[in-house]
């Protein structure tokens, strides 16, 4: 039986495996297990007699990290969460094989990885869990639900505090659409919202297809919109994408919502919006940097309801990461890798 744990680990025994390059003792450690559930939403005890498996609980950096993977050569590394340099890779010469939960995983060099013989493999995942919780943070946003529901449970002389706001007959703008941005669209349209679409590459017909408005530009977009909603991948052209001047044209009271990426934001200028009651409010659960710093503005601004990344974090996404790490860790043992972005066809970071 496999034995888990933060400081414990199964007994390592004989690997049936192909003619591979693989050490008898192979050792796996589980990154970011916050929840403590990664060992019971897959079937770890395959691996009993050829895998010890450490799970960590907490975020690992600097020093703290390079003494956790020390020595081991598969990681399961929970989304973007860690970022593995080459500087990193290179302080780890046993690692053989990261497994990254999802197909994209930007804090990965990908080159970096392939020259130093390590290889990369992703999972599948659930579509729709971050833009559901996108359209929970709107309205917990629009009613002010985590201050009512405080002062409810607090007992607080006031019986209500606040005064909401109605989505039914506004104008929702979703920047990005993808899998994520159509949901969202669907979403706006069942609550009885205008919606405007707009991505580099959208059309007028594409926009029709859907059933929602074409904004030409992005600038459109932001000054007409009440409720400005991203759903676009970060990257080069992409960061910063929503800037000073951006946040500039929004309404006063429009709000903006944050599931994708934080960089696509440039922050300091949305703090500066925020603090300044230049738009209404932000509904965000992805930063510049993760954990956020403890004394971060996003932490005490009235005008922002904010969640740790919890876009996918949902039982029936985790299932399918753990459930396929497990097969990626299983065919890689055997000699036939599966779902591998690094490899000499695929495009970095892809």
């Not at 690992?60 to 050569?73: I, W």
């Not at 002010?144 to 405080?150: H, Q, V, W």
């Not at 006031?158 to 007959?169: C, F, I, Y």
């Not at 971060?296 to 396929?324: D, K, Q, W």
Request: charged share 25%; aromatic share 6%; hydrophobic share 40%.
């Amino acid at each position: 039986m496999i034995c888990f744990g933060a400081d414990t680990e199964a007994s390592p025994g004989p690997i049936n495996a192909k003619e591979m390059d693989i050490p008898m003792a192979v050792r796996c450690v589980i990154l970011d297990d916050y929840q403590d559930v990664a060992t019971g939403l897959a079937e770890w005890d395959r691996l009993a007699g050829s895998v010890s498996i450490t799970r960590q609980e907490r975020h690992l950096e600097g020093e703290d990290l390079v003494d956790a993977l020390s020595g081991s050569e598969i990681v399961v590394a929970m989304r973007e969460r860690t970022v593995f340099s080459d500087d990193l890779l290179a302080r780890l010469p046993k690692l053989k094989l990261l497994v990254t939960t999802g197909m994209k995983n930007a804090s990965i060099d990908m080159s970096a990885a392939r020259r130093r013989g390590v290889v990369v493999c992703g999972t599948g995942s659930s579509a729709g869990a971050a833009a559901e919780l996108a359209w929970g943070l709107l309205l917990g946003l629009m009613r002010s639900l985590p201050d009512e529901s405080a002062n409810f449970r607090s007992g607080g002389e006031r019986w209500q505090l606040s005064l909401g706001r109605e989505l039914k007959g506004k104008t929702l703008g979703v920047v990005g659409l993808g899998k994520l941005g159509q949901l969202v669209a669907g979403y706006g349209k069942a609550f009885g919202m205008e919606v405007l679409g707009w991505s580099k590459h959208n059309s007028p017909e594409r926009s029709a297809g859907l059933g929602i408005g074409f904004a030409a530009t992005l600038e459109e977009l932001l000054a007409r919109a009440d409720v400005v909603s991203l759903h676009v991948t970060l990257n080069d052209e992409t960061r910063g994408l929503i800037d000073a001047h951006g946040l500039g044209l929004m309404k006063r009271d429009a709000v903006i919502v944050n599931t994708s990426r934080g960089p696509l934001i440039d922050e300091e200028a949305l703090i500066a919006a925020l603090e300044g009651g230049r738009i209404g409010g932000g509904a965000l659960d992805v930063y510049d940097r993760e954990p956020l710093p403890a004394d971060h503005p996003f932490r005490r601004l009235p005008n922002v309801i904010a969640t740790p990344h919890l876009g996918y974090v949902t039982r029936e996404t985790y299932s399918i990461y753990f459930r396929e790490a497990l097969e990626d860790i299983e065919r890689w043992l055997a000699g036939d890798p599966i779902r591998v972005i690094n490899g000499e066809d695929t495009k970095d970071g892809s």
